[in-house]
């Protein structure tokens, strides 16, 4: 597991492991809002999750629960 912080101690980034032992990294802003996750969802399978700066999901990409590729976006 990787960590960083910014200069007021604030975590900007992490590389590790989840709790489901999947890989993972996730990207936070200058306030620790989590920015961007890229990894594993509970049935080991890839997604890419992209919020805006209050950390509100805007865009998700991954896999529905029959196995189809998934793409969604919000606007709100």
């Known amino acids: 597991m990787k960590q ?3 200069h007021r101690q604030i975590e900007t980034h ?3 492991t ?3 032992n999947s890989g993972q990294i996730k ?3 200058a ?3 989590e920015t961007v996750f890229l990894g594993t969802d509970n ?3 890839g997604l ?4 805006n700066n209050s950390g509100r999901l805007r865009a998700f990409k991954g896999i ?5 590729g998934l793409q969604e976006t919000t606007e709100n």
Do not use: K, M, P, R
């Open 27 to 29: 990207t936070y802003n």
């Open 4 to 6: 960083y912080f910014n």
């Open 14 to 16: 992490f590389a590790g």
């Open 64 to 68: 529905n629960e029959i196995g189809n």
């Open 43 to 45: 049935n080991d399978a």
């Open 31 to 33: 306030l620790g809002v």
């Open 48 to 51: 890419v999750g992209v919020n």
């Open 18 to 20: 989840s709790e489901i």
